[in-house]
């Protein structure tokens, strides 16, 4: 990543394991917030500040079942930011994004790519010219996200990682949406050597996603209602 025209920071929120990051243009101070979450908004809101940036965009990566999104709640500290979902999502938001749309941060331009398998909305947003991906539960390091719930697809997952994410050249740098094991990022060439999930032929991946046995997500209850509604309670 090239410290001259981006400034970079990925944050956690320990109880849902999940991953914020913050983009934004060096040049201009115009920036972007990826998957805030509720209870960490204000630790976000001072950093932007403390960075001195202008936070324009909120970008969720899908309609998240394991927290509240954060986006409502920083449109109140900062009224110019737009909230952003796939448009295929079927939840509200301030910009409905389509396959392929280009947002502009300041002179940084990202790319959304609709990765659905996960849920039906689920977007990957590329920063080609740093040559990075965020993939939100798409794609984790050595994993995927559960499709078991939440208009969950495995064939549709496996298609959307490998003909969307995996298809980027090898030395793209993945950050993910969550990871449970303090691993922080990936890349494109390990995911396609290593991922214990994606690796298998697309079969075997659907066998293995219909037999997880996964526990029922502790805040879905909480967290999706309100995501369907950009995160206001």
Known sequence: MNS???I???LFEA???TYTYIIGCAATRKAVIIDPVLETVERDAKLIKQLDLKLELGLNTHV????ITGTAALAKIFPSMLSCLSDESGAKADRLLSHGEKLKVG???????HTPGHTNGCASYILNSEGIIFTGDALLFRGCGRTDFQQGNS???YDSVWDHILSLPDH???FPGHDYNGHMSSSVREEKKFNVRLTLEKEKFIELMANLNLA??????RALPANLKNGEQ
């Open 15 to 17: 109880t849902s394991s």
């Open 107 to 113: 002179r940084l331009e990202m790319e959304c790519r």
């Open 4 to 6: 001259t025209t981006l």
């Open 172 to 174: 793209y740098t993945i």
């Open 216 to 221: 029922y997500p502790k805040q879905i209850d």
């Open 8 to 10: 970079f920071r990925q």
């Open 64 to 67: 998240h079942a394991d927290h």
């Open 155 to 157: 064939a549709r997952l």
